[in-house]
């Protein structure tokens, strides 16, 4: 079945440090590819997608790349900031109408 | 626009107890759905609706129940609360039937501990 597994966290940065935070799927046919972020006490929402390959997505700075050959779609931030601290999900939209999660990385951006 | 609501945002059972979360929408989305997100494992999917009257068990459905009567609301059921089923729920929608490409809007979520 689907499955998307992310870099286990937790992360802790300096701000204006670049962040990765790897991501790579199994899927069937030609998934969507999302990433959501969770600030604290708060719902997930929306940070940026893709829906095929080599499609970049963009959003505050974040960038991630759908690459179909190495089966990833990893987030990016060349300069964090304390604002950024959150937890991170890489999710995949495949068949069946439903979203399959990675486990969630936590950041930490010290000032 | 209220977006996705949730209540109760926090919530204490004992095992055996029932209840019901409440999940809302104003956004006229047709695709409904209940996460239950637990430390180290995302977010899993218990039960989905593509529409009023329509719904289909995710993931994790054992313990849980729904129904979908209008398209604003879609409640989720635990019968008999247990132990295992302490975590937080996100309710989430989209505008049309859940196609691989839609972005799911998440509502802020109601933590449920069960002694």
């Known amino acids: 079945g689907d499955s998307v597994t992310q870099m286990e966290g937790p992360v802790t940065l300096s701000e204006e440090a670049f962040l990765t935070i790897n991501c790579t799927y199994t899927?069937?046919?030609?998934?969507?590819l999302f990433w959501y972020v969770q600030y604290p006490g708060e719902g997930l929402q929306l940070l940026l997608k893709a829906t095929k390959a080599d499609d970049k997505g963009s959003n505050k700075g974040f960038e991630a790349t759908y690459r179909k050959e190495t089966t990833s779609f990893h987030l990016e931030k060349g300069s964090v900031q304390v604002s950024d601290s959150a937890v991170y999900f890489c999710?995949?939209?495949?068949?069946?109408?439903?979203?399959?999660f990675g486990a969630g990385t936590t950041v930490t951006v010290r000032a | 626009n209220a977006g996705v609501t949730q209540t109760p945002k926090f919530q204490v059972l004992k095992t055996g107890q029932s209840m019901t979360l409440q999940c809302a929408q104003d956004?006229?989305?047709?695709?409904m759905s209940w996460y239950r997100q637990d430390p180290g494992m995302g977010l899993r999917l218990i039960h989905y609706s593509v529409g009023a009257g329509i719904t289909d068990q995710g993931e994790v459905p054992n313990g849980y129940n729904v129904s979908r009567s209008t398209t604003e609301d879609f409640p989720l059921r635990l019968l008999s609360a247990a132990p295992s089923q302490t975590s937080v729920y996100f309710c989430?929608?989209?505008?049309?039937?859940?196609?691989?490409?839609?972005?799911?809007?998440f509502g802020p979520g109601t933590r449920l501990l069960v002694l």
């Open positions: 899927a069937t046919g030609y998934p969507s």
């Open positions: 989430a929608s989209s505008y049309s039937r859940g196609t691989r490409q839609e972005t799911q809007y």
């Open positions: 999710a995949l939209g495949g068949r069946d109408y439903k979203l399959s």
């Open positions: 956004m006229n989305h047709e695709y």
